[in-house]
């Protein structure tokens, strides 16, 4: 059971570059998320999902996509990296509403 | 220390001492609670959790109190300890059903040995 596993843990980008930050959970949970974390400062939601086909916009989601094809896999994908998108970047899933977000890693991401 | 906003405070204690680490919330509609520690590199940890309908609720070495009329959370560590070292935050899901977790700012906290 290897929990929520992101990949890849760095990237640097050119400005302009697309790309996908994978996201997968071997727990069988439904809800999924993705939030980004700027220095000294809290997490903010890009997108959700609640189930395979179900996604959502969060409070900060333009200049990124979601899918969510099957129950395991949410990957988050940045259509033309910007500067303004340099952060850490982390996926997290949960199996209920009222139950905690595991979340994974992160992904440092720097653009250039 | 408040949870909103852009900047990170600090909270420094001796160890054995107990901390607490405050957070306000902006919605009343949120109905559920949690608290995470965040060690420098990692990603975010569950610590405990709240649900709307209590105002008190106690982990192995933490509490969390929940005032609802002032839109208050508040956890408690008792005899801090080093490896406690870490950022905290508090998040509050807002009654809808998506899940959707509202992160406050966080509040760091420092362990003097």
């Known amino acids: 059971n290897a929990g929520v596993t992101q990949t890849p843990k760095f990237q640097v980008l050119k400005t302009g570059q697309s790309m996908t930050l994978q996201c997968a959970q071997d727990?069988?949970?439904?809800?999924m998320s993705w939030y980004r974390q700027d220095p000294g400062m809290g997490l903010r939601l890009i997108h959700y999902s609640v189930g395979a086909g179900i996604t959502d916009q969060g409070e900060v989601p333009n200049g990124y996509n979601v899918s969510r094809s099957t129950t395991e896999d949410f990957p988050l994908r940045l259509l033309s990296a910007a500067p303004s998108q340099t952060s850490v970047y982390f996926c997290a899933s949960s199996p209920e509403r009222e139950h905690g977000y595991t979340f994974g890693s992160g992904t440092r991401l720097t653009v250039v | 220390g408040e949870s909103v906003g852009l900047h990170l405070p600090t909270l420094s204690v001796q160890e054995g001492d107990n901390s607490i680490i405050n957070c306000a919330y902006s919605?009343?509609?949120?109905?559920?609670f949690i608290w995470y520690k965040q060690e420098s590199g990692k990603g975010p940890q569950f610590i405990i959790d709240?649900?709307?309908?209590?105002d008190k609720r106690q982990g192995q070495r933490v509490t969390v109190l929940l005032n609802k009329t002032v839109k208050h959370l508040s956890l408690q560590i008792a005899a801090t300890q080093p490896g406690d070292s870490a950022v905290y935050f508090c998040?509050?899901?807002?009654?809808?059903?998506?899940?959707?977790?509202?992160f406050g700012g966080g509040t760091r906290l420092m362990v003097k040995p």
């Open positions: 998040a509050e899901n807002r009654g809808n059903a998506g899940n959707m977790l509202t």
């Open positions: 727990m069988n949970h439904e809800y």
């Open positions: 709240i649900r709307s309908n209590m």
């Open positions: 919605n009343s509609a949120s109905d559920y």
